[in-house]
């Protein structure tokens, strides 16, 4: 089934350790995002990938790395976790990341998300 | 002031109402406009999308867009217990930079058999 797969789904991690959000699409999509979703905050990007190879920078890409080897995989990385990173992470991807006319298959596909709670 | 301010709810209807979710915002470069539904502990799927103002119809779902006031609305027709969900909106703009839509909080819906 085509679609998004993040990995793990849910997650309990000592403050300060490293963590790595693995996220892969099977779509061919050439943009990927990572978001953030709390309770009251909605969906917060935190960061983004037009292409393989390039990133940039969201609303609150403090404490977040992420790197784009390849059209499939983009990784997200908390290099010293700390509990205001607890939250839901979803990784999504679309096909329309370059400026021009919309596809006809516009909008972003979301994984299901994990679940992180940083203690 | 948010781009794009949406009520966070929860709304709580009896199945068979219409229901009537909203959107405003502040950035008259939004053209394009999306509805997406979000079940509890899974991730967001685009429900409807729309260019520009004007209406689109799927089944029992309406969206309608009004650029004059800003504002952005999604029906949804004889509503089911299986469309409790959070709703969210979310728009981008045509050309121009980046295409990473501006997304509402969403709107938490409870339909009640």
Redesign the interface.
């Known amino acids: 089934i085509a679609g ?1 797969t993040q990995a793990p789904t849910s997650q309990i991690l000592a403050a300060g350790r490293r963590m790595t959000l693995r996220c892969t699409q099977d779509m061919r999509h050439n ?1 990927m ?1 990572w978001y953030r979703q709390d309770l ?4 917060r ?1 935190i960061h ?1 990938s ?1 292409t393989a190879g390039t990133t ?1 920078k ?1 609303e609150v890409p403090d404490g977040y790395s992420v790197s784009r080897a390849n059209t499939d995989d983009f990784p997200l990385t908390l290099a010293s976790a700390v509990p205001s990173q607890t939250s839901v992470y ?1 990784c ?1 991807s ?1 096909d ?5 006319p ?1 596809p006809s298959g ?8 994990t679940r992180l709670t940083v203690v | 002031q948010k781009e794009v301010e949406q009520d966070p709810g929860p709304l709580s209807v009896p199945e068979g109402a219409i229901v009537s979710l909203n959107c405003t915002y502040s950035n008259s470069a939004f053209q394009y406009f999306m509805w997406y539904r979000q079940y509890s502990r899974k991730g967001p799927e685009l429900l409807m999308y729309t260019y520009s103002s004007g209406n689109k119809e799927d089944g029992r779902f309406t969206a309608q867009v009004d650029k004059s006031s800003k504002y952005i609305s999604l029906f949804i027709r004889d509503s089911q217990p299986s469309d409790s969900a959070t709703y969210l909106c979310a728009m981008s703009p045509v050309r121009g930079g980046s295409y990473i839509p501006t997304f509402g909080r969403g709107t938490s819906l409870i339909v009640h058999p």
């Open positions: 998004i943009a995002y009251g905050l909605g969906l990007l983004y037009n940039g969201g979803f999504a679309s329309s990341g370059a400026a021009g919309l516009y909008g972003y596909t979301f994984g299901s998300g």
